[in-house]
């Protein structure tokens, strides 16, 4: 069975960092892609970054370019988001999700992915 646990979610002041986890289980890590996701209160669901464990490839939305690093520990099954210079408006639950994929990371979409973790609460006061 496919687990995901999302960790490191918290309060942070706007300029502070964060760095998210995404143990994952039951499932050949290096086989699949792992994308984080976040939704804002009231908003869709918005896939920010992405990682194929196949080719180490990444992918990065242009709201988040700069500010958000995907890194993936094969070794520890975890895929790690960190996230700097943290803004108001990046304040949302953030999730992950892995799918198996072995080609290049891309933009991530919901439909694109089978399996979810269930998210970890990010809140940035100004």
């Known amino acids: 069975e496919v687990q995901l646990v999302e960790s490191g979610g918290g309060l942070v002041q706007a300029g502070g960092s964060l760095r998210l986890s995404c143990a994952a289980s039951?499932?050949?890590?290096?086989?699949?892609?792992i994308g984080w996701f976040r939704q804002a209160p009231g908003k869709e669901r918005e896939g920010v970054s992405c990682?194929?464990?196949?080719?180490?490839?990444?992918y990065y939305a242009d709201s988040v370019k700069g500010r958000f690093t995907i890194s993936s520990d094969n070794a520890k099954s975890t895929v790690y988001l960190q996230i700097d210079s943290l803004k108001p408006e990046d304040t949302a639950v953030y999730y992950c999700?892995?799918?198996?994929?072995?080609?290049?990371?891309?933009?991530?979409?919901?439909?694109?992915?089978?399996?979810w973790g269930q998210g970890t609460p990010v809140t940035v006061s100004s």
């Open positions: 999700a892995a799918d198996p994929w072995y080609g290049s990371a891309w933009a991530p979409t919901e439909a694109d992915f089978g399996s």
């Open positions: 990682i194929s464990n196949s080719d180490s490839s990444t």
């Open positions: 039951g499932f050949t890590f290096d086989d699949y892609a």
